[in-house]
Protein backbone atom coordinates (compact mmCIF):
# COMPACT_ATOMS: atom_id res chain seq x y z
CA UNK A 1 0.00 0.00 0.00
CA UNK A 2 2.57 2.76 0.94
CA UNK A 3 6.04 1.84 -0.48
CA UNK A 4 9.44 3.90 -0.04
CA UNK A 5 12.26 2.98 -1.47
CA UNK A 6 15.61 4.78 -1.46
CA UNK A 7 13.58 8.19 -1.22
CA UNK A 8 15.71 11.03 -0.66
CA UNK A 9 14.55 14.60 0.01
CA UNK A 10 16.23 17.51 -0.83
CA UNK A 11 14.13 20.92 -0.02
CA UNK A 12 15.10 23.78 -1.81
CA UNK A 13 17.17 25.53 0.93
CA UNK A 14 19.39 22.76 0.59
CA UNK A 15 18.83 20.86 3.77
CA UNK A 16 18.45 17.33 3.25
CA UNK A 17 15.48 15.92 5.26
CA UNK A 18 15.47 12.08 4.08
CA UNK A 19 18.87 10.26 3.36
CA UNK A 20 17.86 7.21 1.39
CA UNK A 21 14.81 5.43 3.34
CA UNK A 22 13.44 2.68 2.36
CA UNK A 23 10.15 1.17 4.21
CA UNK A 24 6.75 -0.35 3.82
CA UNK A 25 3.45 -0.34 5.09
CA UNK A 26 0.91 -2.97 4.01
CA UNK A 27 -2.62 -2.56 3.64
CA UNK A 28 -4.72 -1.89 6.50
CA UNK A 29 -2.03 -2.04 8.90
CA UNK A 30 -1.23 1.18 11.62
CA UNK A 31 2.20 1.84 11.98
CA UNK A 32 3.81 4.71 14.38
CA UNK A 33 6.92 6.98 13.21
CA UNK A 34 8.29 8.43 16.37
CA UNK A 35 11.84 10.66 16.27
CA UNK A 36 12.89 13.85 17.91
CA UNK A 37 11.47 17.28 16.14
CA UNK A 38 13.42 17.40 12.26
CA UNK A 39 14.01 14.00 12.12
CA UNK A 40 12.05 13.79 8.84
CA UNK A 41 8.64 12.23 10.40
CA UNK A 42 6.47 15.15 8.68
CA UNK A 43 8.27 14.59 5.61
CA UNK A 44 7.40 10.82 5.50
CA UNK A 45 3.83 12.07 5.56
CA UNK A 46 3.84 14.77 3.06
CA UNK A 47 5.55 12.63 0.29
CA UNK A 48 2.80 10.23 1.53
CA UNK A 49 -0.01 12.95 0.73
CA UNK A 50 1.95 13.79 -2.27
CA UNK A 51 2.41 17.30 -0.56
CA UNK A 52 6.19 17.03 -1.75
CA UNK A 53 7.82 14.91 -4.06
CA UNK A 54 10.93 12.90 -3.72
CA UNK A 55 13.92 14.28 -4.80
CA UNK A 56 15.61 10.42 -5.65
CA UNK A 57 14.12 7.52 -5.14
CA UNK A 58 10.16 5.65 -5.33
CA UNK A 59 7.23 6.68 -3.44
CA UNK A 60 4.42 4.41 -4.30
CA UNK A 61 0.99 4.99 -2.62
CA UNK A 62 -1.74 2.99 -3.83
CA UNK A 63 0.09 1.74 -6.47
CA UNK A 64 0.74 5.01 -7.70
CA UNK A 65 4.00 6.11 -8.08
CA UNK A 66 4.21 9.88 -6.81
CA UNK A 67 7.29 11.63 -8.35
CA UNK A 68 5.82 10.65 -12.32
CA UNK A 69 2.13 11.22 -10.82
CA UNK A 70 1.02 14.44 -13.24
CA UNK A 71 -0.12 17.67 -11.79
CA UNK A 72 -3.88 16.93 -13.06
CA UNK A 73 -3.84 13.72 -11.49
CA UNK A 74 -3.18 14.93 -7.98
CA UNK A 75 -6.71 16.15 -6.92
CA UNK A 76 -7.74 12.78 -7.41
CA UNK A 77 -5.02 10.84 -5.65
CA UNK A 78 -5.01 14.22 -2.54
CA UNK A 79 -8.76 12.43 -2.04
CA UNK A 80 -7.73 8.91 -0.84
CA UNK A 81 -5.64 10.49 1.57
CA UNK A 82 -6.92 11.86 5.23
CA UNK A 83 -4.86 13.59 6.58
CA UNK A 84 -4.76 14.95 9.87
CA UNK A 85 -2.43 18.18 11.07
CA UNK A 86 -1.30 19.53 15.06
CA UNK A 87 -1.88 22.91 13.85
CA UNK A 88 -5.92 21.52 12.46
CA UNK A 89 -5.64 23.77 9.39
CA UNK A 90 -9.53 24.91 9.84
CA UNK A 91 -11.13 27.53 8.08
CA UNK A 92 -11.62 29.83 11.35
CA UNK A 93 -14.22 32.09 9.48
CA UNK A 94 -16.66 28.53 8.46
CA UNK A 95 -18.56 26.81 10.55
CA UNK A 96 -17.89 23.36 11.39
CA UNK A 97 -20.12 21.85 9.06
CA UNK A 98 -18.61 23.71 5.82
CA UNK A 99 -15.29 22.24 7.87
CA UNK A 100 -16.38 19.11 7.36
CA UNK A 101 -17.93 19.17 4.52
CA UNK A 102 -15.15 20.26 2.00
CA UNK A 103 -13.56 17.05 1.08
CA UNK A 104 -17.18 16.52 -0.46
CA UNK A 105 -17.81 19.66 -1.75
CA UNK A 106 -14.45 19.47 -3.86
CA UNK A 107 -15.25 16.07 -5.16
CA UNK A 108 -18.71 17.54 -6.50
CA UNK A 109 -20.80 15.14 -3.83
CA UNK A 110 -24.56 16.01 -3.83
CA UNK A 111 -26.06 17.99 -0.82
CA UNK A 112 -28.05 15.64 0.13
CA UNK A 113 -25.10 13.60 0.27
CA UNK A 114 -22.80 15.82 1.91
CA UNK A 115 -25.51 16.77 5.06
CA UNK A 116 -25.81 12.76 5.53
CA UNK A 117 -22.11 12.27 5.81
CA UNK A 118 -21.51 15.42 7.41
CA UNK A 119 -23.24 14.52 10.66
CA UNK A 120 -22.59 10.73 10.40
CA UNK A 121 -18.67 11.78 10.44
CA UNK A 122 -19.63 14.14 12.97
CA UNK A 123 -21.22 11.66 15.12
CA UNK A 124 -17.96 9.22 14.64
CA UNK A 125 -16.00 12.13 16.36
CA UNK A 126 -18.56 12.77 18.96
CA UNK A 127 -19.41 15.97 17.67
CA UNK A 128 -22.94 15.68 16.53
CA UNK A 129 -24.74 18.77 17.63
CA UNK A 130 -21.52 21.12 16.93
CA UNK A 131 -22.23 22.04 13.20
CA UNK A 132 -23.20 25.51 13.56
CA UNK A 133 -20.01 26.78 15.43
CA UNK A 134 -17.11 28.35 14.57
CA UNK A 135 -13.60 26.42 15.40
CA UNK A 136 -12.78 29.22 17.73
CA UNK A 137 -15.73 28.12 19.85
CA UNK A 138 -14.92 24.72 20.03
CA UNK A 139 -12.03 23.78 22.35
CA UNK A 140 -8.77 22.59 20.94
CA UNK A 141 -9.37 18.74 21.40
CA UNK A 142 -12.72 19.50 19.80
CA UNK A 143 -10.73 21.22 17.10
CA UNK A 144 -8.59 18.36 16.22
CA UNK A 145 -11.48 16.08 16.66
CA UNK A 146 -13.48 18.75 13.27
CA UNK A 147 -9.86 18.10 11.61
CA UNK A 148 -10.30 14.26 11.83
CA UNK A 149 -13.89 14.24 10.68
CA UNK A 150 -12.58 16.19 8.00
CA UNK A 151 -9.74 13.82 6.97
CA UNK A 152 -11.98 10.78 7.20
CA UNK A 153 -15.24 12.15 5.84
CA UNK A 154 -14.48 10.96 2.05
CA UNK A 155 -13.79 7.44 3.30
CA UNK A 156 -10.14 7.44 2.33
CA UNK A 157 -7.77 4.27 1.84
CA UNK A 158 -5.44 5.93 3.98
CA UNK A 159 -5.18 8.57 6.85
CA UNK A 160 -2.18 9.98 7.98
CA UNK A 161 -1.86 12.20 10.87
CA UNK A 162 1.16 14.64 11.90
CA UNK A 163 1.49 15.00 16.27
CA UNK A 164 -2.69 14.98 16.61
CA UNK A 165 -2.39 14.15 20.47
CA UNK A 166 0.71 17.06 20.11
CA UNK A 167 -1.84 20.03 21.83
CA UNK A 168 -4.13 17.43 23.66
CA UNK A 169 -4.52 16.28 26.95
CA UNK A 170 -3.59 12.42 28.00
CA UNK A 171 -7.43 11.52 28.45
CA UNK A 172 -8.19 13.71 24.99
CA UNK A 173 -5.31 12.15 23.43
CA UNK A 174 -6.19 8.36 24.30
CA UNK A 175 -9.70 9.49 22.81
CA UNK A 176 -8.19 10.54 19.70
CA UNK A 177 -5.93 7.25 18.96
CA UNK A 178 -9.24 5.31 20.40
CA UNK A 179 -10.86 6.88 17.13
CA UNK A 180 -7.63 6.19 14.72
CA UNK A 181 -8.14 2.31 16.24
CA UNK A 182 -11.23 2.02 15.56
CA UNK A 183 -10.98 3.16 12.10
CA UNK A 184 -7.62 1.29 11.11
CA UNK A 185 -10.48 -1.95 12.12
CA UNK A 186 -12.47 -0.96 9.38
CA UNK A 187 -9.87 -1.28 7.37
CA UNK A 188 -8.26 2.53 6.90
CA UNK A 189 -4.60 2.05 6.68
CA UNK A 190 -3.17 4.79 9.23
CA UNK A 191 0.49 6.45 9.53
CA UNK A 192 0.57 8.58 12.73
CA UNK A 193 3.54 10.74 13.51
CA UNK A 194 4.27 11.50 17.13
CA UNK A 195 6.54 12.50 19.62
CA UNK A 196 4.66 10.60 23.00
CA UNK A 197 6.32 7.41 22.92
CA UNK A 198 3.69 6.48 26.22
CA UNK A 199 0.92 6.14 23.62
CA UNK A 200 2.92 4.29 20.86
CA UNK A 201 3.74 1.40 23.77
CA UNK A 202 0.18 1.34 25.22
CA UNK A 203 -0.84 0.60 21.05
CA UNK A 204 1.09 -2.11 20.63
CA UNK A 205 1.50 -1.77 17.19
CA UNK A 206 4.99 -1.40 14.91
CA UNK A 207 6.78 2.04 15.03
CA UNK A 208 9.54 3.12 12.85
CA UNK A 209 11.66 5.32 14.07
CA UNK A 210 13.49 8.17 12.65
CA UNK A 211 16.78 9.64 13.07
CA UNK A 212 18.47 12.39 10.98
CA UNK A 213 16.60 11.47 7.99
CA UNK A 214 17.61 7.90 8.15
CA UNK A 215 15.15 4.66 9.42
CA UNK A 216 16.54 4.56 12.75
CA UNK A 217 15.56 0.88 13.39
CA UNK A 218 11.73 -0.29 13.14
CA UNK A 219 10.34 -2.01 16.63
CA UNK A 220 7.33 -3.56 18.22
CA UNK A 221 5.63 -0.94 20.85
CA UNK A 222 6.96 -1.74 24.17
CA UNK A 223 10.20 -2.45 23.65
CA UNK A 224 11.59 1.28 23.13
CA UNK A 225 14.26 2.33 25.29
CA UNK A 226 13.20 3.99 28.28
CA UNK A 227 15.00 6.70 28.11
CA UNK A 228 13.97 7.02 24.66
CA UNK A 229 10.04 6.76 25.77
CA UNK A 230 10.76 9.58 28.55
CA UNK A 231 12.51 12.23 25.66
CA UNK B 1 -28.34 12.97 -15.86
CA UNK B 2 -30.73 15.52 -14.12
CA UNK B 3 -29.05 14.85 -11.06
CA UNK B 4 -25.67 16.31 -12.59
CA UNK B 5 -27.25 18.83 -14.50
CA UNK B 6 -28.68 19.86 -10.74
CA UNK B 7 -25.63 19.38 -9.01
CA UNK B 8 -23.60 21.30 -11.89
CA UNK B 9 -25.72 24.48 -11.00
CA UNK B 10 -25.94 23.95 -7.25
CA UNK B 11 -21.97 24.28 -7.48
CA UNK B 12 -22.00 27.14 -9.49
CA UNK B 13 -25.20 28.57 -7.23
CA UNK B 14 -23.01 28.22 -4.27
CA UNK B 15 -19.55 30.17 -6.13
CA UNK B 16 -21.46 32.69 -6.68
CA UNK B 17 -23.61 33.51 -3.56
CA UNK B 18 -20.24 32.38 -1.50
CA UNK B 19 -18.15 35.28 -3.83
CA UNK B 20 -21.50 37.67 -2.69
CA UNK B 21 -21.09 36.76 0.65
CA UNK B 22 -17.34 37.48 0.84
CA UNK B 23 -18.02 41.33 -1.50
CA UNK B 24 -20.98 41.85 1.03
CA UNK B 25 -18.22 41.02 4.01
CA UNK B 26 -15.90 43.75 3.22
CA UNK B 27 -18.39 46.85 1.97
CA UNK B 28 -16.01 49.61 1.95
CA UNK B 29 -13.21 47.70 -0.13
CA UNK B 30 -15.72 46.54 -2.46
CA UNK B 31 -17.61 49.59 -2.61
CA UNK B 32 -14.51 51.83 -3.70
CA UNK B 33 -13.37 48.83 -6.00
CA UNK B 34 -16.79 48.94 -7.98
CA UNK B 35 -16.78 53.00 -7.78
CA UNK B 36 -13.35 53.30 -9.63
CA UNK B 37 -14.47 50.63 -12.31
CA UNK B 38 -17.67 52.39 -12.87
CA UNK B 39 -16.18 55.48 -12.97
CA UNK B 40 -13.86 54.05 -15.72
CA UNK B 41 -16.48 52.94 -17.39
CA UNK B 42 -18.59 55.54 -17.47
CA UNK B 43 -16.48 57.94 -19.37
CA UNK B 44 -16.80 56.12 -22.77
CA UNK B 45 -19.99 55.66 -22.41
CA UNK B 46 -20.33 59.25 -21.58
CA UNK B 47 -18.34 60.15 -24.74
CA UNK B 48 -19.96 57.43 -26.80
CA UNK B 49 -23.62 59.41 -25.89
CA UNK B 50 -22.29 62.60 -26.42
CA UNK B 51 -21.02 61.69 -30.33
CA UNK B 52 -24.37 60.28 -30.73
CA UNK B 53 -26.50 63.33 -29.49
CA UNK B 54 -24.36 65.66 -31.38
CA UNK B 55 -25.13 63.79 -34.75
CA UNK B 56 -28.61 63.30 -33.99
CA UNK B 57 -29.00 67.22 -32.97
CA UNK B 58 -27.27 68.23 -36.16
CA UNK B 59 -28.08 65.05 -38.01
CA UNK B 60 -24.33 64.96 -39.78
CA UNK B 61 -25.26 68.25 -41.26
CA UNK B 62 -26.00 65.96 -44.20
CA UNK B 63 -28.23 68.50 -45.63
CA UNK B 64 -26.04 71.08 -45.35
CA UNK B 65 -23.73 70.38 -47.59
CA UNK B 66 -24.91 72.55 -50.89
CA UNK B 67 -23.80 74.11 -54.27
CA UNK B 68 -24.34 77.32 -54.42
CA UNK B 69 -24.07 78.91 -58.34
CA UNK B 70 -24.09 82.49 -58.67
CA UNK B 71 -25.19 83.68 -62.78
CA UNK B 72 -23.58 86.61 -64.36
CA UNK B 73 -25.67 89.19 -64.13
CA UNK B 74 -27.87 90.09 -67.38
CA UNK B 75 -28.67 85.92 -67.47
CA UNK B 76 -32.48 85.93 -68.18
CA UNK B 77 -34.54 84.33 -65.27
CA UNK B 78 -36.07 81.67 -68.25
CA UNK B 79 -32.52 80.39 -69.02
CA UNK B 80 -31.56 80.37 -65.55
CA UNK B 81 -34.71 78.03 -64.73
CA UNK B 82 -33.99 76.09 -67.79
CA UNK B 83 -30.43 75.45 -66.28
CA UNK B 84 -32.31 75.23 -63.00
CA UNK B 85 -33.71 72.01 -64.35
CA UNK B 86 -31.11 70.23 -66.75
CA UNK B 87 -28.94 70.34 -63.23
CA UNK B 88 -32.27 68.76 -61.47
CA UNK B 89 -32.08 65.98 -64.09
CA UNK B 90 -28.13 65.04 -62.73
CA UNK B 91 -28.04 61.68 -60.78
CA UNK B 92 -27.29 62.10 -57.19
CA UNK B 93 -28.78 65.60 -56.78
CA UNK B 94 -32.01 65.91 -54.32
CA UNK B 95 -32.71 69.40 -54.84
CA UNK B 96 -32.39 72.36 -56.77
CA UNK B 97 -33.85 76.07 -55.62
CA UNK B 98 -33.81 78.74 -57.98
CA UNK B 99 -33.45 82.26 -56.23
CA UNK B 100 -34.37 84.58 -58.48
CA UNK B 101 -32.72 88.47 -58.32
CA UNK B 102 -35.89 89.54 -57.60
CA UNK B 103 -36.48 87.09 -54.15
CA UNK B 104 -32.62 87.77 -53.53
CA UNK B 105 -33.30 91.58 -53.32
CA UNK B 106 -36.70 91.17 -51.27
CA UNK B 107 -35.07 88.84 -49.08
CA UNK B 108 -32.33 91.12 -48.53
CA UNK B 109 -34.09 94.05 -47.97
CA UNK B 110 -36.35 91.80 -45.20
CA UNK B 111 -33.40 91.00 -43.52
CA UNK B 112 -31.03 93.51 -43.36
CA UNK B 113 -33.00 96.41 -42.45
CA UNK B 114 -30.78 98.15 -45.21
CA UNK B 115 -34.81 99.16 -46.76
CA UNK B 116 -34.47 102.37 -47.91
CA UNK B 117 -30.89 102.28 -49.19
CA UNK B 118 -32.23 99.53 -51.62
CA UNK B 119 -34.29 101.82 -52.19
CA UNK B 120 -31.94 104.43 -53.63
CA UNK B 121 -30.73 101.75 -56.36
CA UNK B 122 -31.50 101.98 -59.70
CA UNK B 123 -30.85 98.11 -60.74
CA UNK B 124 -30.98 95.14 -58.97
CA UNK B 125 -27.14 94.22 -58.48
CA UNK B 126 -28.44 90.81 -57.44
CA UNK B 127 -27.62 87.96 -59.44
CA UNK B 128 -29.96 85.00 -59.89
CA UNK B 129 -28.78 81.95 -57.90
CA UNK B 130 -29.13 78.06 -57.59
CA UNK B 131 -29.11 76.07 -54.18
CA UNK B 132 -28.12 72.62 -55.14
CA UNK B 133 -28.42 69.62 -52.41
CA UNK B 134 -27.31 66.51 -53.26
CA UNK B 135 -28.57 63.31 -51.49
CA UNK B 136 -26.27 62.83 -48.45
CA UNK B 137 -25.52 58.95 -50.04
CA UNK B 138 -23.93 60.91 -52.90
CA UNK B 139 -21.93 64.15 -51.04
CA UNK B 140 -18.74 62.32 -51.30
CA UNK B 141 -15.76 65.17 -51.95
CA UNK B 142 -15.41 62.98 -55.35
CA UNK B 143 -19.23 63.77 -56.58
CA UNK B 144 -19.22 67.75 -55.16
CA UNK B 145 -15.55 68.46 -57.05
CA UNK B 146 -17.27 66.81 -60.40
CA UNK B 147 -20.29 68.65 -59.91
CA UNK B 148 -18.56 71.39 -59.18
CA UNK B 149 -16.66 71.12 -62.59
CA UNK B 150 -19.61 70.77 -64.50
CA UNK B 151 -21.46 73.64 -63.65
CA UNK B 152 -18.46 75.99 -63.92
CA UNK B 153 -18.40 74.96 -67.99
CA UNK B 154 -21.69 76.82 -67.84
CA UNK B 155 -21.01 80.00 -69.63
CA UNK B 156 -24.12 81.64 -67.87
CA UNK B 157 -22.24 80.90 -64.35
CA UNK B 158 -19.95 83.17 -62.69
CA UNK B 159 -19.61 81.63 -59.38
CA UNK B 160 -19.81 78.06 -57.96
CA UNK B 161 -19.39 77.46 -54.75
CA UNK B 162 -19.24 74.77 -52.61
CA UNK B 163 -20.79 75.40 -49.22
CA UNK B 164 -20.23 71.87 -47.67
CA UNK B 165 -16.42 71.71 -46.02
CA UNK B 166 -16.97 72.98 -42.80
CA UNK B 167 -19.32 70.11 -42.95
CA UNK B 168 -16.57 67.66 -43.85
CA UNK B 169 -14.10 69.23 -41.12
CA UNK B 170 -17.03 69.05 -38.47
CA UNK B 171 -17.68 64.96 -39.80
CA UNK B 172 -14.20 64.75 -39.46
CA UNK B 173 -13.76 66.02 -35.99
CA UNK B 174 -16.19 63.88 -35.16
CA UNK B 175 -14.86 60.67 -36.20
CA UNK B 176 -11.55 61.94 -34.79
CA UNK B 177 -13.80 62.21 -31.48
CA UNK B 178 -15.15 58.37 -32.02
CA UNK B 179 -12.18 57.07 -32.69
CA UNK B 180 -10.67 58.67 -29.82
CA UNK B 181 -13.20 57.04 -27.87
CA UNK B 182 -12.46 53.95 -29.14
CA UNK B 183 -8.96 54.46 -27.99
CA UNK B 184 -10.07 55.87 -24.36
CA UNK B 185 -12.54 52.33 -24.04
CA UNK B 186 -9.98 50.16 -25.31
CA UNK B 187 -7.54 51.84 -22.82
CA UNK B 188 -10.10 51.87 -19.58
CA UNK B 189 -11.21 48.43 -20.08
CA UNK B 190 -7.62 47.54 -19.66
CA UNK B 191 -7.38 49.33 -16.78
CA UNK B 192 -10.76 47.71 -15.69
CA UNK B 193 -9.34 44.44 -15.98
CA UNK B 194 -6.21 45.38 -14.16
CA UNK B 195 -8.46 46.90 -10.82
CA UNK B 196 -10.14 43.53 -10.88
CA UNK B 197 -6.99 41.45 -11.47
CA UNK B 198 -4.92 43.22 -8.60
CA UNK B 199 -8.26 43.11 -6.04
CA UNK B 200 -8.34 39.48 -6.52
CA UNK B 201 -4.90 39.13 -6.43
CA UNK B 202 -5.03 40.43 -2.60
CA UNK B 203 -8.33 38.42 -2.32
CA UNK B 204 -5.92 35.33 -3.38
CA UNK B 205 -3.24 35.94 -0.43
CA UNK B 206 -5.88 37.19 1.97
CA UNK B 207 -7.48 33.52 1.56
CA UNK B 208 -3.95 31.73 1.06
CA UNK B 209 -4.58 29.38 3.95
CA UNK B 210 -8.21 28.37 2.99
CA UNK B 211 -6.71 27.44 -1.13
CA UNK B 212 -3.93 25.32 0.71
CA UNK B 213 -7.03 23.33 2.66
CA UNK B 214 -9.09 23.01 0.15
CA UNK B 215 -6.12 21.95 -2.78
CA UNK B 216 -5.12 19.86 0.16
CA UNK B 217 -8.48 17.74 0.58
CA UNK B 218 -8.58 17.50 -3.78
CA UNK B 219 -9.78 20.55 -4.99
CA UNK B 220 -8.40 21.17 -8.40
CA UNK B 221 -7.39 24.66 -9.64
CA UNK B 222 -10.73 25.11 -11.26
CA UNK B 223 -12.54 24.50 -8.08
CA UNK B 224 -10.07 26.91 -6.70
CA UNK B 225 -10.49 29.29 -9.18
CA UNK B 226 -14.66 29.38 -9.38
CA UNK B 227 -15.60 32.04 -6.34
CA UNK B 228 -12.79 33.53 -7.65
CA UNK B 229 -14.00 34.18 -11.15
CA UNK B 230 -17.32 34.75 -10.03
CA UNK B 231 -16.10 37.62 -7.92
CA UNK B 232 -14.05 39.30 -10.91
CA UNK B 233 -17.66 39.21 -12.62
CA UNK B 234 -19.55 40.67 -9.77
CA UNK B 235 -16.70 43.40 -9.42
CA UNK B 236 -17.53 43.79 -13.34
CA UNK B 237 -21.25 43.15 -13.12
CA UNK B 238 -21.96 46.24 -10.14
CA UNK B 239 -19.03 48.79 -12.26
CA UNK B 240 -21.23 48.08 -15.17
CA UNK B 241 -24.31 49.23 -13.11
CA UNK B 242 -22.50 52.24 -11.86
CA UNK B 243 -21.38 53.40 -15.00
CA UNK B 244 -24.48 53.58 -15.70
CA UNK B 245 -26.24 55.27 -12.86
CA UNK B 246 -23.42 57.66 -13.11
CA UNK B 247 -23.91 58.71 -16.72
CA UNK B 248 -28.06 58.35 -15.98
CA UNK B 249 -27.62 61.19 -12.66
CA UNK B 250 -25.37 63.28 -15.75
CA UNK B 251 -27.94 63.46 -18.13
CA UNK B 252 -30.25 64.25 -15.87
CA UNK B 253 -28.30 67.32 -14.57
CA UNK B 254 -27.44 68.41 -18.55
CA UNK B 255 -30.69 67.76 -19.82
CA UNK B 256 -32.32 71.25 -18.96
CA UNK B 257 -29.44 72.89 -20.14
CA UNK B 258 -29.46 71.31 -23.55
CA UNK B 259 -33.15 71.79 -24.41
CA UNK B 260 -32.32 75.52 -23.23
CA UNK B 261 -29.56 75.51 -25.90
CA UNK B 262 -31.17 73.74 -28.44
CA UNK B 263 -34.55 76.05 -28.32
CA UNK B 264 -32.28 79.17 -28.77
CA UNK B 265 -31.64 77.19 -32.25
CA UNK B 266 -35.38 76.55 -32.37
CA UNK B 267 -34.66 73.10 -31.83
CA UNK B 268 -36.66 70.83 -29.48
CA UNK B 269 -34.21 67.99 -29.34
CA UNK B 270 -33.75 66.31 -26.39
CA UNK B 271 -30.56 64.36 -25.23
CA UNK B 272 -30.63 61.18 -25.71
CA UNK B 273 -29.53 58.84 -22.30
CA UNK B 274 -28.14 55.27 -22.82
CA UNK B 275 -31.31 52.32 -24.08
CA UNK B 276 -32.10 49.47 -23.44
CA UNK B 277 -29.42 47.70 -25.51
CA UNK B 278 -26.74 49.96 -24.22
CA UNK B 279 -27.62 48.36 -20.96
CA UNK B 280 -27.23 45.06 -21.75
CA UNK B 281 -24.30 45.94 -23.86
CA UNK B 282 -22.76 47.71 -20.53
CA UNK B 283 -23.42 44.73 -18.12
CA UNK B 284 -22.63 42.51 -20.03
CA UNK B 285 -18.97 43.83 -21.52
CA UNK B 286 -18.14 45.21 -17.92
CA UNK B 287 -19.04 41.76 -16.23
CA UNK B 288 -16.87 39.92 -18.79
CA UNK B 289 -13.95 42.56 -18.37
CA UNK B 290 -14.41 41.31 -14.64
CA UNK B 291 -14.26 37.49 -14.76
CA UNK B 292 -11.09 38.03 -17.42
CA UNK B 293 -9.09 40.06 -15.32
CA UNK B 294 -9.96 37.33 -12.56
CA UNK B 295 -9.01 34.52 -14.52
CA UNK B 296 -5.56 36.21 -15.23
CA UNK B 297 -5.10 36.70 -12.06
CA UNK B 298 -6.27 33.42 -10.38
CA UNK B 299 -4.32 31.61 -13.16
CA UNK B 300 -1.19 33.51 -12.34
CA UNK B 301 -1.33 33.18 -8.57
CA UNK B 302 -3.46 29.72 -7.57
CA UNK B 303 -0.88 27.93 -9.23
CA UNK B 304 1.72 28.98 -7.05
CA UNK B 305 -0.28 28.30 -3.85
CA UNK B 306 0.23 24.84 -2.56
CA UNK B 307 -0.56 22.55 0.87
CA UNK B 308 2.89 22.20 2.49
Redesign the interface.
Known amino acids: MIIFESVVKRYRNGREALLNVSLHVAPGEMVFLTGRSGAGKSTILKLIALLERPTRGRVLVGGADTAKLPARQVPAFRRRVGVVFQDHRLLVDRPVFDNVALPLIVADSSLKEIDKRVRAALDQVGLLGSERMLPAELSVGEQQRVGIARAIISRPPILIADEPTGNLDPQLASEVMALFRRLNEVGVTVVVATHDLHLVRESGLRSIVIEGGRIAGAEPSGTLPVMEARR | MS?AVG?YF??HT?ALLSSAGHLSRAPIATIFTVLVMGLALALPLGLDLLVRNVRAATGDFSGAVSVSVFFKTGVAEARAAQLARAVRDRPGVDRVQLITATQALAQFRTQSGFGEALDALQDNPLPHVLVITPFPASASPGYMESLRRYLSAWPEVDTVQLDGDWVARFNAILGLLQRSLLLAAGLLALGVVAVVGNTIRLEILNRR??I?????????NG?VRRPFLYTGALYGFLGGLTAWLVVMVAIHLITPAAANLARTYGSQFMLMGPGVRDLEMLLGGSTLLGWLGSWLSAARHLARI???
Open positions: NSARHAEEVTKLVGGTFEPG
